[in-house]
């Protein structure tokens, strides 16, 4: 109802206003049926998902104290299709619940080799895990554990195709758990399962009674905010999914996103002007202090979990949202991160061009127009109690891949959005905020020449 009035009042004020002076543009950027931008928000087009991994080519000298040294292989790319499923507007259409089930296609001429056959050597993360999980248990129990699991003679290093890595094998180590706890998985993969299913329920807000909630998060998996981290404030959820900014974009403000992949919400910070296929847009990227120690950026302690447990700078603990697990998320090479990290490591070449994430928004609509969205996926490696093999080990964050997330703003609707651009530009179009007009607070975008309605797709 809200919405429908909003449409026709600010069209008909727009167009009373066009009698007089000319002709108008409008232009509404909310999550409702009607709007410009719904369409392509509820069937995005495909982005392409590039996973790198790190093969370990001297595992012998890590196990015996030495330094680990990777060579990076990749990539292997799919092609991620990600609808909005299950849409239900909420409260008046003021909100909207969605799923997004990601489904993912091989895409062979965008990669290195056939993932079936490609051979990766890297930690094994069920048995590392399973080490870790013994920590909380009583002496007596893990030494029989321990026990029992060192007269398997498992490798603290695995040799599995990219593919297993990536979507599932049954793990021996996990085979013979099941059978004593049946509801241990038998099979481990980074994504196993995660094929055509989606992380989470989310309820957005649509924009409609204010344009910088645009496609905010209002939930999560009905939590309005998380309950792992160690203060209120890293508890957050902030910001949109990533996919969709509020229009009226400036270069002072700090725009939030819900990074899933790091259980948290980051900022981004304007950067600089950059064009991309004709089209002006502002770059955001997260500024170092995102994943900067509590020392040096004493808002990050409350993502220190127990409180007062911290690594370093660049890399962030995820075990809380992972069962437990040493798993430790950061920027592809420890971009950004303490020299310590990069070094305890050969082969590892941080730098801007390959390992940045950062998004190109267009500042009068919000909409991204080139998107690179990069993260890695380390484990912690020491020395546990209860196993000889792991002895001598000196402890690192070891990496074991990274994604890397690409899209751009297809031809068709790029073109569409130099018009815009365009029209706007050369007719000195200031763009209203229709921040109070009665019941609704949406944007418009007002031109005295011509009425066009604009999509955006
Ligand atoms: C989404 O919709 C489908 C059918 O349209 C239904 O089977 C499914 O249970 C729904 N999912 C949720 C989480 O509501
Ligand atoms: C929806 O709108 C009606 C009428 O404007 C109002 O009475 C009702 O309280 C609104 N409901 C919510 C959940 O905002
Ligand atoms: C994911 O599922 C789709 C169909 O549901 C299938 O075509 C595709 O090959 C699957 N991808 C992988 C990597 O298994
Ligand atoms: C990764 O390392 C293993 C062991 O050295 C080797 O057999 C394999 O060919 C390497 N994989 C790639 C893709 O180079
Ligand atoms: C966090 O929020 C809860 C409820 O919202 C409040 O009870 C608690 O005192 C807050 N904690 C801190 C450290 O502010
Ligand atoms: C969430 O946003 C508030 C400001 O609105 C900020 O103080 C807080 O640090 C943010 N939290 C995260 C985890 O980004
Ligand atoms: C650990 O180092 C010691 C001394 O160098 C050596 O004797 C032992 O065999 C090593 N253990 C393992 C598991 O590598």
Redesign the pocket.
Known sequence: MTRKCCAIYTTGFVCAHLLTVGIALVIEITLTEKSQVFESWKNPPPSYLEYYFFNVTNPEVFMAGGKASVKQIGPYTYRVHRPRENVTFLENGTKVYALNPKTFVFVPEKSVGDPQVDIVRTVNIPFVTIMNELNSYSFLLRSVFAMYINSLDIKLFMTRTVHEVLWGFKDPLLTKLHSMKPEVDEYFGLMWKNNGTHDGEFVFHTGEQNYLDYGKIDTWNGMREMSWWSSN??N?I?GTDGTVFHPLINRNELL?IFAADFC????LAYVEDVEVKGIQAYRFAPPSDVLMSPKNNP?NAGFCVPAGDCLGTGVHKVSVCREGAPIVVSFPHFYQADRAYINAIDGLNPNKEEHETYFDLQPMTGVPIRACKRAQLNMILKRVAGFPKTKNITETIFPIMFVNEMATIDDEPAAQMRSLVYIVVNNKIRYIKYTEVGMCKTVALMYSMECIMLKFQ
């Not at 948290?264 to 900022?267: A, F």
Request: charged share 10%; aromatic share 10%.
């Open positions: 404030q890293s957050m902030n939030y948290r919400s980051i900022h808002t």
